[in-house]
């Protein structure tokens, strides 16, 4: 984001937590801002899975408000407004609904945790508040073939 009175750039995030599909740089919060306008969505976790040739796809994980559902139209209204408020190079490859979110004990989202989990990378959970809620994000059958 520019700073419209000193037109220096304004960063959300921290460089560990970037993404970078098809070579198009961003943060999860741009994500994030976008999503969680949505009423359905009480929720969300992005991050980067890496396939075999080290190319990278990102992943959008959605924690649903009680009295909605996950579906495909929902998945769809996500994207098309993602497309919408970001730009075509930011919607998510893969949606995927869990129940829970993990945070740190700061309590902020701990997308580094969860990318290393995905892609089967050693991780510490020692400083989450939730720790439980990252068994959802072991083996998930959407994420293996990549």
Known sequence: ?????????????????ALNPKGCRFGP????????????????????????????RVILFLKIRDGYSFNQDLVSRVKKTIERDCSYQHVPEVVLEVKDIPYNLSGKRTEVIVKKII????????????????????????????
């Open 29 to 56: 919060s741009e994500i994030y801002n976008v999503v969680e306008k949505l009423p359905d969505i009480l929720d969300c976790l992005c991050v980067p899975q890496y396939g075999k040739n080290m190319d990278e």
């Open 1 to 17: 984001m520019v700073n419209p009175v000193t037109k220096s750039y304004i960063i959300y995030y921290r460089s560990d937590e």
């Open 119 to 146: 892609n089967n990378l050693p991780h510490n959970i020692e400083t989450l508040r939730n720790p439980e809620a990252l068994h959802y994000y072991y083996n998930i059958p959407e994420l293996k073939e990549f």
